[in-house]
């Protein structure tokens, strides 16, 4: 049963050291809920726990694989999964790095954290750290990491992450839009002090809780009033709106309006024009780099998202 998942993940073009690892793992072992065995090792998310308050799935296999493929996963590495679920991928991940690499893994729900370690030790697993917790914060103590993996949609790359990731480190990640219903994965590399990358692929992960998960919420505590300086008329704004959230992390909504929360300005965004309050250099910079790149969505930009300095784009992929 597993050679043959083995083989789906070799057509997807998956590495040997990285679809091996997945013969080496007994999803079966992960799943509280039971799955008629034929079902274990098809290419398809199960659900790994649900006690009717508290979820958790087990992902896609060839999408973990190409997670895996993606941040370049190799022997001795040392690698940060969000969302940690009862600990499939960690297990699969553990099998990638080797003895010499480590993975850390967390987990939101301490019911299912609590498995997730029981799964480890009875397995006999010792390269998997499972930490309970919440995701946003990272796990500063076993840090600096290669890379950092979420199999789980967040709603942006805190801070933290970027500080606990080395340079040249990875990061794969879905991110919740928060005009739309999508979760695009992203990758990008760590370079001085962005993030450098941009999209690979549409995902439907579950959607984090804690602070992964709130941060309009977050935002809309920043929101403080401004003069009324100048409106702009922006074509496709919808498309620039999901930019400057990527790019800023800044973004929030009231009454179903969306604004980006800036440290001297507040910008408002309608339908076809923004209108800005105070001052956001920054957005009107963001603005005059995507007319230059002839206002093409995300997918389609590379992005520097810039942690304590501005946030920029370029056009060639
Ligand atoms: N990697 C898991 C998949 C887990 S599904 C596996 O291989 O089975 C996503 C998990 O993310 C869920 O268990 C959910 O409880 C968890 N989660 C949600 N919000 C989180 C947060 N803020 N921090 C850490 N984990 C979170």
Redesign the pocket.
């Known amino acids: 049963m597993k050679e043959r998942l083995f083989w789906i993940l070799k057509n997807y073009g998956i590495s040997d050291r990285i679809a091996k690892a997945f013969l080496e793992i007994p999803r079966e072992g ?1 799943l509280v809920k039971r799955y008629p065995s034929s079902y274990v090792y098809e290419d398809i998310v199960l659900v ?2 649900d006690d009717g308050e ?6 896609q296999p060839s999408l ?1 694989a190409m997670f895996m493929e993606w941040a370049g996963l190799d022997e001795g590495m040392k690698v940060l ?10 297990a699969v991940m553990s099998r990638v790095v080797g003895k010499k690499g480590l993975v850390v ?5 301490e019911k ?1 954290c609590r498995i997730a370690q029981e799964n480890m030790r009875r397995l006999g697993i010792e390269n998997v750290v499972v930490v309970c ?4 914060y990272g796990v500063s103590d076993l840090a600096p990491y290669d890379v950092i993996l979420a ?2 949609g ?1 709603d942006e790359v805190p801070e933290h992450w970027f500080r606990q990731l080395k340079d040249g480190g990875r990061v794969i990640v879905p991110i919740n839009m928060k005009l739309s219903e999508r979760q695009p994965a992203f990758l990008f590399v760590k370079k001085g002090n962005y993030l450098e990358g941009g999209y690979k692929l549409e995902t439907r ?2 959607k ?6 709130n941060l309009l919420e977050r935002n809309r505590k920043l929101l403080k009033d401004f003069p009324f300086r100048k409106a702009i008329q922006v074509p496709r704004l919808h498309v620039f709106v999901e930019l400057v959230d990527l790019l800023t992390r800044r973004l929030t909504r009231v009454n179903g309006i969306f604004y980006y929360v800036g440290s001297e300005g507040v910008v408002e965004f309608l339908d076809d024009e923004m209108r800005i309050y105070g001052d956001a250099p920054e957005i009107e910079s963001l603005l005059f780099q995507w007319e230059e790149c002839g206002y093409r969505s995300f997918e389609h930009l590379v992005l520097h998202i810039g942690y304590n300095v501005l946030s920029h784009i370029s056009c060639t992929i």
């Not at 917790?133 to 946003?136: L, N």
């Open positions: 992960f790994s726990y508290v979820y958790s799935t087990s992902s973990m999964e969000i969302g940690g679920g009862t600990g499939y991928n960690a893994t967390i987990e939101y729900f299912v917790g919440d995701g946003y199999t789980v967040v992960f579950i984090a809780g804690g602070n992964l998960g």
